[in-house]
Each structure stands twice: as C-alpha cells, then as structure tokens.
C-alpha cells in the first residue's frame, strides 16, 4: 500500500499522485465563468462597466466618465472605490471621476487589486479600467483554481478538489462587482502551496501581496508567527515556517497602512472606527430570527445564509481531524472562523459571502489531508453547487436593469437614450 502523503512537509516527484486530469476541472470552471459574465454583460446592454456597481449615491452620473454607466436610487457598491483607485492607484482626490470617497485611507490601503488592474490598462486608461477590472478578477479565478490543482496533486488527491474552493459563491460576487477577493484569494492560496513546499522567500513576498490586496490576510501571518513561537517555547522539533514568513508581511503592510493614513490626514476627515465586532453568533442568529419573522422580504438571502453557513460548517469540520494539516493552517482557520462569528454582516448577501472566502479557503486546503469521508465530500459539493447557483442568479442582474443609466459612450454608438441626469 502506498503510503499517504504528510501534508506538513513539502512532497518530492516519487510520492505525488496525481489522479485525473488538470485541465478538466479548469475548463468546467472557465465554462461557468464565461456564461455567467455573458449572461451579466447581455442583461446590460453588453456594457462591462456594470462590474464596477456605481450608484448615484456616490458616483455623479452628470460627471461620471463616458466610459462609466451609473444605476440610480442607489449607493452602488464598493467596486467604485477599485475604480477610482484603477485610474490613479495613488490619488490623492476626494473627489475624482464623479466619485466622491468616505474612506480614502481605508479603500488606497487596498492597493494590491487596483495596481494589478493599473498596469494591465496601460496605466489607467479610462477606455480600458472596466474591462481590465473583470478580466484580472476573471484570471485570478482560473489561477486560483490552477493553484488548489497543484496542492492537490501535491496531497496526492484529485484535481477536481480545485472546485471547492474556486466554485464559492463569495468568489463570484467578486467577480461580478469589480471586488478584491478573486485576486487575493489566488495570492493567498499560492502562499500556502509555497508554505508547504517549503519556498520561504516566496510564500513571504506572496502573503505581502495578499496583505496589500485585502489585510485581512494577515490573519495567516499572525497565525504562522504564534505557530513558530510556540514551537521555540517548546522547544518542538516539529517543522514550522520561520517566523520572519509572517512577521515581514505585517511589518510592511503596517509601514503602508500607516503612510497612506498620514497622506490622508489633513485632506479627508478622521475615519470611522474599524471595529465592528460583536459578541459571536449574535449578528447570525439575529438575521435568522429577523428573516424567519418575514420571509417574503429575506426568504432568498435567507437561503444563501442557510448554504453559506453549510459549506464553511463543513470545511471548518476538518478542524476536528488530527493532523490533516500544518499547524499554521489549523490555527489561521480558527482566526478567521472566529472572526467570521462575531461580524453583524449577515444581512447583506455581498458582505458575509466575502467574509466567508477566506475560511473556506483555508478548510478546503485542510480538506485534502483528509481521506475517505465520503458523505462529508458530497455534502459539500451539493452545497457549493447550490450556494453557486443561487449567488449567480441574485447577482447576475445586481443591483438592477430598470434604474441603470449606460455609459455614455454606449448610449451613443447603439443610439440609445441616455438617461436622465
């Protein structure tokens, strides 16, 4: 019997299995990916700046740029602010492109997607922003797909592993409202197949990049810090990541996190405190209780609630398995599960399905240290695909066709009205 695979030490050509095919479960991914995006793009008249999700509330539609469309009635969402930031990663403007920012210091400290999408516009070309935006989100996807394909076959599992965490509808809400979580979810998977393979120098520069992308990352970092600690305090012979792995990412998103808020000092006015914690389970349960009492107006986020909490109970269930992987793991998933418990966002399906993206990251990863369970495997694969399923359709026509007013530059070359400023 060949022996089974040590998900706590990087694994050599002669003990890696690699059952089925790589390029399978990419393609049904792209497949899923391309219909929903056509589907998205035909509801509004083929036009990619609906990605973005500007509302009136914040992006004036009598000064939006020509290539930008605006729904009205609404505040739109927060792909505005990795526009604004897509055209000039480093702005120091309020006010800019029709966009007027609430939280400057907080949107710039998330440079990591914006950039990205900067230097793939050639430079923040106005022409290009809305569709370099979905494309990057679009790559990002596969590659994180390409990535959970290589830990498992590292894991000597199969391939189709990958879904699991490329097929969450967290994911797909970012891709269909120009988010963060694509991008960073891909250079956070690709910081734990370097922890594991032992690639020290890339797992540092790629946590970094996760950090700066979206900081709640540094959950990881902190987690293999206390992990390397403790091992010293022990005096355990165990092997850990250096400690530096996660401490030099912490150090340098602190240094950029504390510039850009003195940049923004004197321009924009202090911002609101970033605490938002409650006691756990309280914000969950009070959504539950508030949705159950009327669910003609929250029976369908009620739904998505219901199948997000699912998958993660699932892959947060791989916690109770001894050794099914690197104690750095472990501990990151217990960060984020906690922090997942004690946040009021569970009312908004855009908000708690983003939150949830990093668990299940972490989960599906510990997952392939795990063999047989097969009830546990079709559990969640019946529930991602139905989470999937029911994120595409509340998405594909967010926030809504009737209010929205085309870029101008489409209403021109189809020769339709514009709307009404």
């Keep these: 019997m060949q022996p089974s695979v040590d998900a706590r030490r990087p694994t050599t050509s002669s003990d890696r299995r690699t059952p089925g095919s790589a390029a399978a479960p990419l393609a049904v991914l792209a497949v899923l990916l391309a219909a929903f995006v056509g589907a998205r793009l035909a509801s509004f008249g083929w036009d990619p700046s609906i990605f973005v999700v500007a509302g009136d509330g914040i992006t004036d539609p009598a ?57 793939v516009s050639a430079g923040g070309r106005e022409a290009l922003v809305p569709t370099a935006m979905l494309a990057v989100n679009l790559l990002a996807l596969l590659a994180l797909a390409a990535v959970a394909v290589a830990l498992a076959r590292d894991a000597g599992r199969s391939p189709w592993f990958a879904l699991v965490p490329a097929l969450f509808g967290g994911y797909l809400v970012g891709v269909s409202q120009d988010l963060s979580e694509p991008l960073q979810g891909a250079l956070l998977l690709a910081t734990l197949l370097a922890l594991r393979r032992e690639r020290w120098v890339g797992a540092t520069a790629l946590l970094t990049a996760a950090a700066l992308t979206r900081e709640t990352s540094l959950v990881v970092a902190l987690a293999i810090v206390g992990v390397a600690l403790l091992a010293r305090l022990r005096r355990s ?175 021109e070359r189809r020769e339709v009205p514009p709307c009404s400023k």
Excluded: F
């Design 63 to 119: 000064a939006a740029p020509p290539h930008l469309g605006v729904s009205t009635g609404t505040d739109g969402y927060d792909g505005q602010a990795y526009y604004k930031l897509s055209r000039d990663p480093l702005t120091a403007e309020v006010t800019e492109h029709g966009m007027t920012w609430k939280r400057p210091a907080y949107w710039q400290a998330r440079i990591g997607y914006p950039a990205v999408v900067w230097a």
């Design 237 to 411: 012979g165990a092997p850990t990541p250096p400690w530096w792995v996660g401490a030099v990412p912490l150090a340098l998103y602190a240094g950029w996190r504390t510039w850009v808020r003195s940049r923004w000092t004197e321009v924009a006015p202090a911002p609101p405190g970033d605490n938002i914690l409650t006691w756990p389970l309280w914000g969950l349960l009070r959504h539950v209780g508030t949705a159950l009492a009327d669910l003609d107006t929250h029976g369908g986020n009620l739904v998505l609630v219901v199948l997000a909490v699912a998958v993660v109970a699932i892959l947060g269930s791989t916690l109770a398995t001894a050794g099914a992987g690197p104690s750095h793991e472990r501990l990151a998933l217990t960060g984020y599960l906690l922090l997942l418990a004690c946040l009021p966002i569970w009312d908004r399906n855009q908000a708690y399905l983003r939150w949830c993206c990093e668990p299940v990251l972490l989960g599906s990863t510990l997952l392939l240290g795990i063999q047989g369970a097969r009830r546990r495997t079709v559990a969640l694969g019946t529930s991602l695909a139905l989470l999937w399923g029911a994120t595409a359709v509340a998405t594909v026509r967010y926030p809504g066709t009737e209010d929205w007013c085309p870029a101008a530059v489409n209403t």
